[in-house]
């Protein structure tokens, strides 16, 4: 009786096992939930780009991965987003290339002011091998980049025309948290003051700074141009932006899912830098259209004047970038 009892006990456990095993296959995988996290309106850019990148992720890999997408600063604010990401909060953020001065300082090349001739001698470094190698340059401390997006050269405004760096003295600029920026409003006199994206509006709104410095699609978007009087049209910097994602993440991925959101990244990228340039014309007609700001153009004497003015900034972080790197992103501008 016994022995048929164990029998019996063995069978059922067995069934039992089996029945496990094939519920658990027939069970469908949650998919991977990868949080994309930015700081920018979704009518800029980078917010086209996140969602285009959660667009074609969804569809091109249905059931194995769900991209989230929060605009805004609606999740993490730009001085909190990096940590996210260390930390594992959020997958995938696009932060501007002054953001990396910590990790890398070659990244700071960048910032430099009055580097790039246009946005064509941009792409040109970006995709040349220097430019590459700085997207790996971080792997050591977690951040594994995917790709550069453009925003576009950045324009000076104020409340009063800024038509000589003699103008800025005295002044106080919105930075980002980057000493080749704060360096780069010292040459001119002026007083750098480190504020968060989303400050921005209100910042220059109550007084607590003059000015700022951006693209025509951040200065329309965060309607800076209601708050601002003058807007030079200098092109003196560039506000792009290098998407990252956690490196132990990425590499943790499975290789099928890794190697079509890379390819899925590749696309997007492409597409962003395609539309940057004619969302920032598109604004720059708005600003124009809605009155509030007069927007200065430059003679190629008075550019001179600044790109002098600001040409000590480069001698001062050429040690930390390499001088080599200068070299190839100068190369850049030679077609």
Known sequence: ???????????????????????????????????????????????????????????????????????????????????????????????????????????????????????????????????????????????????????????????????EPKDARGLKFRVQASAVLEEQFKAVRAN??????????????????NGAENPYSNIYSQKMHEVQKFITESNHGLLDYMVITNTKFWDGLPADVRDELSKIMAEVTVEVNKQANELNEGDKQRIIQAGTTEIITLTPEQRAKWREAMQPVWKKFEGEIGTDLIKAAQASNQQ
């Open 1 to 163: 009786m016994f022995k048929m009892t164990a029998k019996a006990l063995a069978c059922a456990l067995s069934l039992s096992i089996a029945g496990l095993a094939q519920a658990a296959e027939s069970k469908p995988t949650a998919p991977i939930v990868i949080k994309f996290s930015h700081v920018v309106a979704e009518h800029t850019p980078k917010g086209q780009g996140a969602l285009l990148f959660k667009q074609l992720a969804e569809e091109r890999l249905a059931g194995k991965v769900k991209v989230e997408v929060y605009p805004n600063s609606s999740l993490f604010g730009d001085g909190k987003e990096m940590e996210a990401l260390l930390l594992g909060d959020v997958q995938i953020i696009a932060p501007s290339l002054a953001k990396f001065e910590h990790y890398t300082k070659q990244i700071q090349i960048f910032d430099l002011p009055f580097l790039f001739d246009d946005m064509a001698a941009v792409d040109r470094f970006q995709k040349s091998e220097a430019g590459q190698g700085l997207l790996t340059s971080m792997t050591d401390k977690g951040i594994t980049g995917l790709g550069y997006w453009h925003n576009g050269l950045k324009q000076l405004s104020a409340n009063k025309a800024l038509v």
């Open 192 to 209: 750098p003051r480190k504020m968060s994206f989303a400050e921005v509006y209100q910042g220059l709104q109550t007084g607590v700074v």
